[in-house]
């Protein structure tokens, strides 16, 4: 049965994209996950260092792809609200035609500059093999990544909100088997990590590609005009939330530089360890948010804010539950998580307990700040949106992590990674709230 944005019932519909949603976030984790895993016992902490390093151009590749994708399925879904059929399609196509600029611009310039970005990134002699090991073939895969992270807003939008979690279970199958045999049996190294995890997102792709020559696909790339005010609105409506991922990068690289000033490389394994957790909370989030996101921008087209509202607590609620759960996990058996990734050293295992545990205290706030810049997104407060993330990302965390350190120590990181997310939690709060100010009033009319 065709779900409908502005009938059926909110709690339904949340629940419809929800499972799905965090499905697609759980498996694209495993990607990460199961590198993670096979380069800690397979090569060693250098290579899970190295892989703190190399990190960053995941989000960098997701940036361009949720932007792209957000900004248009937010812009079909409330065109759908409205009934506006036309836009719907021109918006499409100039999804599309974005998606094929960056994903050539970006893979070429990259791979052009990779020697300086490495080092930007925090690539040291000691590493730099394993990090060319894994990053150079990431960099030719980026068309790949970007392309699976766009889709699955286009297949939400065209409520076909299933096939992104196929996709991804097949493509992660294919992932974990790839790092099992070319880690160990094939002896491949760092290397096969990375082969392994090109062959997964290929198969992912190509499954999502599916959409398009099915029954559900409802979008039609020729027949239209797009514009470059359709482009512009694009980057305007998807910018606030891929920045998530730009911030995830900015933050990383100013972790690992200072992590390198402060401690040393055992530090920087523990930490690549964390980044791989991170990624797989933070991705649980962004499912909330995107499962949320294409409902509430319907109702905002078709003007219901009641029906907003009411997604929205569900959306809040669910947030809180999984930011319990998440901090609980680290809280409660740091050392367990660390072995999970890492071959264990004396050296690692000293210093594990209280940065693992200070750093899963900040995903009691991680929620709150990923899900509301979704939701602002969503109901079109882009300004909003592009703030909180820019702050996080970028303003607040860059000052306390330069500033703390000089007073607490190399504590003082970890405690920067907190105070960021608490005080940009209160900040969220407050512009939600302020937010749906304007819909009770609507709903009380």
């Known amino acids: 049965m065709k779900l409908d944005l502005i009938k059926d019932s909110p709690g339904k519909l949340f629940l419809k994209y929800l499972i799905p949603a965090l499905g697609s976030a759980l498996v694209v984790s495993v990607y990460a996950f199961i590198d993670t895993i096979a380069v800690g ?77 490495y080092q930007m990134l925090g690539s040291s002699e000691s590493i730099s093999s394993y990090v060319h090991g894994y990053g150079d073939l990431l960099i030719l895969i980026f068309p790949l990544m970007m392309f699976c992270a766009w889709c699955p807003f286009i297949c939400r939008a065209d409520k076909n909100p299933n096939l992104p979690l196929y996709s991804t279970l097949i493509g992660g199958s294919f992932n974990i088997f790839g790092d099992w045999f070319f880690v160990f049996p094939m002896k491949m190294g760092i290397f096969g990590a990375i082969l392994a995890t090109a062959i997964g997102y290929l198969v992912q792709a190509l499954v999502l590609a599916f959409h398009f020559i099915s029954k559900k696909n409802t979008f039609r790339y020729r027949d239209v005009h797009s514009s470059t005010k359709d482009s512009y609105r694009i980057i305007q409506c998807g910018f606030g939330t891929a920045f998530l991922e730009v911030a995830l990068v900015a933050a990383t690289v100013l972790m690992n530089n200072q992590i390198q000033a402060y401690m040393d490389e055992s530090a920087l394994a523990i930490y690549g360890v964390l980044l791989t957790v991170s990624a797989l909370f933070s991705h649980m989030f962004m499912g909330i948010g995107q499962a949320a996101s294409p409902i509430l921008s319907a109702n905002l087209g078709a003007a219901k804010p009641k029906r907003i509202l009411e997604v929205q607590r569900y959306t809040m609620i669910t947030t809180g539950i999984f930011s319990i759960l998440f901090f609980a996990c680290g809280w409660f058996f740091p050392d367990e998580i660390i072995i999970l990734f890492v071959k264990s050293t004396p050296e690692i295992m000293a210093i594990s307990k209280p940065i693992v545990q200070m750093y899963f205290v900040s995903f009691l706030f991680l929620g709150i700040n990923t899900v509301i810049v979704y939701v602002l997104q969503s109901l079109e407060q882009n300004m909003a949106a592009t703030i909180l993330t820019m702050l996080r990302g970028i303003v607040l965390i860059f000052i306390l992590l330069y500033t703390l350190p000089l007073f607490f120590g190399s504590i003082g990181i970890w405690y920067s990674v907190i105070l960021n997310d608490l005080i940009i939690a209160m900040v969220s709060l407050y512009l939600l709230w302020k937010s749906d100010r304007k819909f009770h009033r609507l709903a009380n009319q």
């Open 41 to 117: 016992q397979g090569v060693g902490y250098q290579g899970t260092a190295a892989l703190a390093v190399v990190t960053p151009l995941f989000q960098i590749a997701a940036f361009f792809g949720i932007l792209c994708g957000m900004g248009a399925g937010v812009l079909i879904s409330m065109a759908q609200g409205s009934h506006e059929h036309k836009k719907i399609q021109s918006t499409f196509k100039a999804s599309v035609n974005l998606m094929i600029l960056f994903s050539v611009g970006i893979t070429l310039l990259f791979w052009i500059f990779k020697d300086p970005i």
